[in-house]
């Protein structure tokens, strides 16, 4: 995880992340919201009991609803990961596999894609 939450409720860096495996990039459960978690909340005991506070304390993408939200491309061959928005259309994430380099960016004009269910 890029971000540890100490216990005392602050979000650092994790100064140990070195980046995403190819194989994790390709995975929407490697990426989070950086937000309060909302599906977090919603887990059964036996599901909380198996977390760590220190790193599992945001939503991941995986979680989302409508499934399908979000667009995961590689580019320049596996050299470069991008994630897109079907729901918040302008919005990209990228990372670079292997690498602590990630970022994003939203170019829109700031309304929810409300036909997102009926293109999937």
């Known amino acids: 995880s890029a971000f540890i939450k100490t216990p005392d409720g602050k979000i650092n860096a994790n100064r140990s992340f070195e980046g995403l495996s ?7 459960c490697s990426y989070m919201h950086f937000r309060d978690a909302i599906c977090l909340q919603e887990k ?3 599901q909380k009991a198996n977390l760590d506070k220190a790193i ?3 939503d991941t993408l995986e979680e989302d609803i409508p499934k ?10 596996s050299g470069l990961v991008t994630l897109r928005s079907l729901l918040w ?15 994003s960016c939203y170019v829109g004009n700031g309304e929810k894609n409300l036909d997102l269910p009926f293109m999937l």
């Open 56 to 58: 599992d304390f945001m």
């Open 22 to 28: 190819v194989s994790e990039s390709a995975k929407l």
């Open 44 to 46: 059964s005991l036996l």
């Open 89 to 103: 259309l302008g919005y990209v994430f990228y990372h670079v596999p292997g690498t602590h380099m990630y970022g």
């Open 68 to 77: 399908g939200s979000w667009s995961l491309q590689f580019e320049r061959g």
